[in-house]
């Protein structure tokens, strides 16, 4: 295969993670041409890494997709609300997408994304990293396999963990809803994905409750400043103390959490103390602009009679888990551990899947459980005319996208979905 060239639009952590990747594991596959990023650090990381020229540089994606097409792939890791329109101007020129998700903030969106690219015969690969994992490839080995039967139910667990609840989903970029989008299509439009394809039949009903009940003003500790910096009496005892997260890094997020809330690629201590002065990030955690859930439920039909009970919590240290129930045995496992825990009715001995032991050609390690690596592997497989078990079109990642769009009005109404119905109004 000759080498891809690929131009990205939003050069923070995710447009990052993938044009590492890139250039670590698949240099012979890929080269970066062109980037486009408001934030000078992360643009000048970009340019500097692959050596982009000044010329094809920017602060906006507009010109780069006012050209005639220069490249084969667009990489676009704006913010959610920012995917649509870039989408469309790159599938007009002709690019395949890699496309992170959500595909769009509104169903709207979303369908009109996927009718653009199925008109102009584009690909657009959304990232849902979830499914290049070897631990959901297992999972989904293992059903299709027969070993349990049919899947009648499935119990999941989406631990948002409490840290990454206050620095994304509260102090964050995705802690407002008008800023981003709702919750469970922001952080979970991967899980609702992954249990359609785990079933492998269509979502029919959907039923949600959620709310935001922790993170606000109701709750701050007395005598709580609006920044942890400013001499807050309960510093020592809070486990959201800015200091704490952002400056001490007790918690070992380094690199991550430092790098989002300074905007720095590569940030001193300095960069952090500013950063908890004078950006959200420094603020009380129960005193931030955030709106989105820190709890919710969902349940939901899955063709006539499979059955799945969803949970997502910011009250979790953090990490998935599935219990896989069917008509022949069941499924115990948990994202973060090497095994599957698997139990034949007909066998009646319990026995351990090893995730690590298992050899695929997408076993890629790497960030998201190995996610990360194995899409751009996948991406490339795909470019080849090799297409995996996890890739799907785009207007499966639509269809599945529209079960959280579906839950979230739900939560908001208090009825039931049919999703019939619901697909109904953007198709």
């Not at 169903?107 to 070897?134: D, M, N, S």
């Not at 996890?390 to 009005?409: K, L, P, Q, R, T």
Request: net charge negative; hydrophobic share 35%; glycine share 8%.
């Amino acid at each position: 295969m000759a080498k891809k060239k690929v131009v990205v639009i939003g050069c923070g952590s995710r447009g990052k993670v993938y044009t590492d990747i890139m250039k670590k594991d698949f240099c012979d596959d890929f080269e970066v041409v062109a980037c486009a990023e408001p934030i000078d650090d992360r643009r000048n990381y970009m340019q500097r890494e692959h050596s982009i020229p000044d010329e094809m540089c920017f602060k906006s994606w507009e010109p780069i997709l006012e050209r005639e097409k220069f490249a084969d792939i667009a990489i676009i890791a704006t913010m959610d609300r920012d995917h649509y329109a870039p989408a469309m101007a790159a599938i007009e020129k002709g690019y395949d997408l890699l496309l992170e998700k959500p595909v769009a903030a509104t169903p709207e969106q979303c369908r009109e994304i996927q009718r653009a690219a199925e008109k102009k015969g584009v690909f657009v690969l959304v990232c849902h990293v979830l499914r290049f994992t070897k631990f959901y490839i297992a999972l989904k080995d293992i059903i299709d396999s027969g070993e349990i039967g049919r899947v009648m139910s499935i119990q999941a667990i989406e631990g948002v963990g409490d840290i990454h609840q206050s620095h994304s989903f509260v102090r964050g970029n995705w802690g407002n809803s008008d800023r981003s989008s709702c919750m469970i299509l922001q952080k979970t439009c991967h899980d609702m994905d992954i249990l359609a394809w785990l079933i492998g039949e269509k979502c029919t009903e959907v039923h949600s409750f959620g709310s935001l009940s922790y993170f606000t003003r109701e709750n701050a500790p007395e005598g709580s400043p609006e920044r942890c910096i400013d001499g807050c009496p309960h510093a020592e005892t809070c486990p959201y103390n800015a200091e704490k997260v952002y400056v001490d890094m007790k918690y070992g997020c380094k690199g991550w959490l430092d790098y989002v809330a300074t905007e720095k690629v590569e940030p001193t201590r300095e960069d952090c103390i500013e950063a908890i002065k004078n950006t959200q990030y420094g603020k009380c955690v129960f005193k931030c602009d955030n709106n989105v859930v820190d709890h919710q439920t969902v349940n939901l039909r899955f063709g006539k009679d499979v059955y799945v009970d969803f949970s997502m919590s910011a009250f979790t240290v953090g990490g998935r888990t599935l219990r896989i129930m069917g008509t022949k045995g069941e499924i115990y496992a948990k994202m973060s551990g090497n095994d599957i825990d698997v139990f034949n009715f007909e066998k009646r001995e319990p026995y351990k899947y090893d995730v690590d032991a298992k050899v695929t050609s997408e076993m890629i390690t790497g960030g998201h459980g190995g996610g990360d690596s194995g899409i751009i592997y996948a991406l490339r497989e795909l470019l080849k005319g090799n297409r995996s078990k996890s890739v799907c079109e785009i207007g499966e990642s639509c269809d599945n996208h529209m079960i959280s769009f579906a839950a979230e009005e739900s939560r908001v109404t208090g009825k039931v979905i049919n999703m019939a119905e619901f697909e109904a109004r953007y198709n």
